[in-house]
């Protein structure tokens, strides 16, 4: 029976994914849920843990990856809401909630721990009688807040609506929402809120909640052990050298040591870098041995490791009144000198076994500490009462698991799409690839796959989106391509593309007659979690199989889990390659009159038949038009819109 909080006519399987919810909630259970297209994840976990979460007093924190996801949380706790009465508050960080990081460039740049110092300080002034230093944090201890709390509580709103109604006040969003967080039964908030352990604390400490009451749901999690691995991670690069230079010149140059001066201490820190470069670095990255940095810093300044942990220790007390100068000062409290040598700090005392040390090299310098244990990051939800874990594509469910070191019998749960396998037809062609190996070989396969690509953008007139596995394979063959886009609006996701710029390139494509095309990366942020209902996306062209490319990092990468799991090509290289995969392809079908055709072009696709269900073409292009003209003839007109049990929305 579907959750009587649930308020819409039920799907096929969302039954099932209610009681997989309900039953992890109840057992004090960590639970792994694939649930296919359109089984409605977020509105099926929402109506199933608040039933169960509500009367025991348990609270659910909801963490999504982006903020679009967190809308939607938002907008099914509104329809929830007007069955069952349910609070909800939509949580971001200061970057994104403080009104005064919004018109100033130097704290959007701020890091949590950062921006929480500078409030910290603002409000002390604000505290002693200088209402100019936040007049947003002012009127929030001044001013009657009942009308803005009855708007949160009446109205749900999401984060961007809630800020929006409290600037339009002069009130602080973020502080205001902080007072909605102890009485909220369901909080929704990014994953950087619960895995960073420095927010983490803070969130707890607002919720007034301990661990152990609080079930867990993540949200599009195959994205969360990459991010575990990264957030846990740290690099010091040549850029940051160059301002602690600045730094010194500003702030002055005392000794640390013995005959070396701070500058001396930079300077030596980036000749090991630049040596580190000349001697380790292969293509984009190497493998540092694991005594290089600390033996060189000992060679060069005569100094034990006792003395270098000292000469560290002294960079740092320097950092640290910098940063203090500058929050006294209502400046960003950033110290580069303070972040290298906390940086070379735990350089020297990490673990080896969990991390390897790096050397990189492309835009900038620099070394990195690079985690490669995800299960590092996800110890914390050892404590709560209950972790679910939803996604589209997840599989193997058991990877997920081990990967992020959830008990091992934590239930695994596969729920399949409940709209008809004939509504998407997936292909793929053998006679190309992009494996780096066999393209070093043979020049033309390059252009073999440009001539596949351009076939469907000139004989298939449909909104295309082709995936590519990295953007310098997309610049090669894309460049080709332009002739059999003439006459069609053209798109891209381009590197370091901001996400305003993106979202307008979407919008674009969306909105261009169902004839666009636009090229993306496999794995990108097109490729995760956008929508493209109808004729605004009909076919996806994955140019290559996005397989990781074989970096130092990769490499060390899959042998730590072969260590770990006794199979490190399947945890490191296969599982997360199908999961880009199947995000890709997934973009097609994502409501019940979406027909769409998929075309992989490339030989290894055979290694993922079993999750992907692709069907080997000789003519694409004809075996595409078939399909539409089969479908067209057959395809139902779009439902009504969906009911609440006996009522119409």
């Given amino acids: 029976m579907a959750s009587p909080l649930f ?6 399987g969302q039954d099932t994914l209610m009681q997989a919810v309900g039953h992890a909630c109840d057992s004090r259970a960590h639970t792994v849920i694939e649930s296919g297209t359109g089984t409605g994840k977020t509105v099926c976990a929402l109506a199933a843990c608040v039933e169960h979460c509500h009367p025991r007093g348990k609270k659910l924190l909801y963490l999504t990856r982006t903020n679009s996801q967190q809308r939607q949380v938002m907008l099914e706790l509104r329809m929830i809401s007007e069955r069952h009465k349910v609070f909800g508050v939509a949580l971001q960080g200061r970057r994104n909630m403080c009104p005064l990081a919004a018109t100033d460039e130097e704290l959007s740049q701020g890091s949590p721990e950062e921006l929480s110092k500078v409030c910290s300080e603002r409000k002390a002034r604000v505290l002693k009688g200088d209402e100019q230093a936040c007049r947003f944090y002012a009127a929030t201890i001044s001013d009657d807040l009942s009308p803005v709390l009855r708007f949160a509580r009446d109205e749900l709103p999401t984060a961007e609506e809630f800020v929006d109604h409290c600037v339009d006040r002069d009130l602080c969003p973020y502080e205001v929402c902080k007072l909605h967080v102890p009485v909220a039964d369901v909080v929704a908030c990014p994953y950087i809120m619960f895995f ?18 609080i079930v867990v749901l993540v949200d599009e999690a195959h994205n969360l052990p990459s991010y575990a691995r990264e957030l846990e991670s740290a690099d010091l ?111 020297h005392t990490l673990d080896e076994e969990e991390y390897i040390k790096l050397v990189t090299s492309g835009d900038v310098k620099s070394i990195e500490a690079y985690c490669l244990d995800a299960s590092i990051a996800c110890r914390p939800l050892m404590e709560c009462h209950a972790s679910i874990h939803m996604s589209g594509t997840l599989k193997p469910l058991d990877d997920y698991r081990d990967s992020i070191g959830l008990p091992r019998d934590s239930r695994l749960v596969d729920i399949p799409s409940p709209f008809p396998p004939s509504n998407r037809l997936v292909l793929y062609s053998d006679d190309v690839t992009t494996k780096h190996d066999d393209i070093s ?15 469907i953008l000139s004989h298939v007139p449909r909104s295309t989106i082709v995936f590519y596995p990295s953007y310098a394979l997309m610049e090669r063959i894309a460049s080709k391509t332009a002739d059999a886009s003439r006459g069609r609006e053209v798109f891209f996701e381009t590197r370091r593309m901001d996400q305003a710029h993106l979202m307008d390139a979407v919008r674009g494509f969306k909105a261009s007659s169902g004839k666009a095309v636009m090229h993306a990366i496999a794995g990108g942020r097109v ?8 004729s605004e996306m009909e076919v996806a062209v994955v140019a290559g199989i996005p397989y990781p490319k074989p970096t130092a990092k990769q490499r060390a990468l899959q042998h730590f889990c072969e260590l770990r799991f006794g199979d490190g090509w399947s945890h490191a290289v296969q599982a997360p390659t199908s999961r880009k995969l199947q995000q890709a392809i997934g973009r097609l079908i994502r409501s019940e009159t979406d027909r769409g055709v998929a075309l992989v072009l490339d030989k290894r696709i055979v290694h993922f038949k079993d999750t992907i269900h692709a069907m080997r073409t000789e003519d694409p292009v004809s075996d595409m038009e078939d399909f539409f003209s089969r479908t067209e003839e057959t395809k139902p007109e779009a439902p009504p819109p969906r009911k609440r049990k006996g009522l119409q929305l």
């Fill in 196 to 213: 960073d352990r420095f927010i983490r604390h803070a969130l707890l400490d607002w919720m007034a909640s301990s661990p152990s009451d």
């Fill in 7 to 12: 308020p819409y006519a039920p799907r096929p």
């Fill in 441 to 455: 070989r043979d020049d033309s396969l390059l252009d073999r796959m440009s001539e596949r690509v351009s076939s």
């Fill in 527 to 534: 490729s995760e979690g956008l929508d493209f209902p109808g």
């Fill in 237 to 347: 690069s040549n850029i940051t050298l160059r301002l602690a230079h600045r730094e010194v010149e500003e702030y002055g140059d005392p000794e640390i040591v013995e005959g070396t001066s701070l500058r001396d201490f930079i300077c030596m820190v980036e000749e090991i870098l630049d040596k580190a470069v000349e001697e380790y670095l292969i293509d984009e990255d190497g493998i540092i041995p694991q005594s290089f940095v600390e033996e060189e810093l000992m060679f060069a300044t005569h100094q034990t490791s006792r003395g270098i942990k000292g000469l560290l220790s002294q960079a740092t007390n320097f950092g640290e009144m910098v940063r203090d100068n500058k929050k006294l000062s209502g400046r960003l409290p950033r110290s580069y000198v303070f972040g290298a040598s906390n940086f070379l700090t735990f350089w």
